[in-house]
C-alpha cells in the first residue's frame, strides 16, 4: 500500500511562490506510474476541492481558480508529484492534500498547510 507524504507548505506572502512535493514512500517504481496522481486543496468551512491532476492520458487538468498560476509535474525516478504555485492570493489558503489513485482506489497524504497572508 501506498504511502503518499507532503511537504513544502509554510507561509507566503500575497504574489509569492511555493512549491509543494509530494512523494510515494513504500512503492516500487513500477508501481508508482500506474498511479494516477493530484493535488486538491480544502479551506476552512469549505468542501475538499480538486487543484490539479494528471489524466489517465497523461495530460493535466487545472481548476479554473489556479489557472495560470499554478502547475502540476512528476519526477517518476523519485516517485514523487509537485505542485508548482505562483502568484500566490489569500483565496489560495488551505490544506493542500496529495492524492494517488489506482483503479477504483484513492490514497491520500496527510496534507500540508499554505498560507497566504501579508
Known amino acids: 500500500q501506498v504511502q503518499l507524504v507532503e511537504s513544502g507548505g509554510g507561509l507566503v506572502q500575497p504574489g509569492g511562490s511555493l512549491r509543494l512535493s509530494c512523494t510515494a514512500s513504500?512503492?516500487?517504481?513500477?508501481?508508482?506510474?500506474?498511479?494516477?496522481m493530484g493535488w486538491y486543496r480544502q479551506a476552512p468551512g469549505k468542501q475538499r476541492e480538486l487543484v490539479a491532476t494528471?489524466?489517465?492520458?497523461?495530460?493535466?487538468n487545472v481548476a479554473d481558480a489556479v489557472k495560470g498560476r499554478f502547475t502540476i509535474s512528476k519526477n517518476n525516478s523519485k516517485k514523487t508529484v509537485y505542485l508548482h504555485m505562483n502568484s500566490l492570493q489569500p483565496e489560495d489558503t488551505a490544506v493542500y492534500y496529495c492524492?494517488?489513485?489506482?483503479?477504483?482506489?484513492?490514497?491520500w497524504g496527510q496534507g500540508t498547510q499554505v498560507t497566504v497572508s501579508s
Open positions: 513504500r512503492a516500487i517504481l513500477s508501481t508508482f506510474i500506474q498511479y494516477t
Open positions: 492524492r494517488g489513485t489506482i483503479g477504483q482506489t484513492h490514497y
Open positions: 494528471f489524466t489517465d492520458g497523461g495530460n493535466t
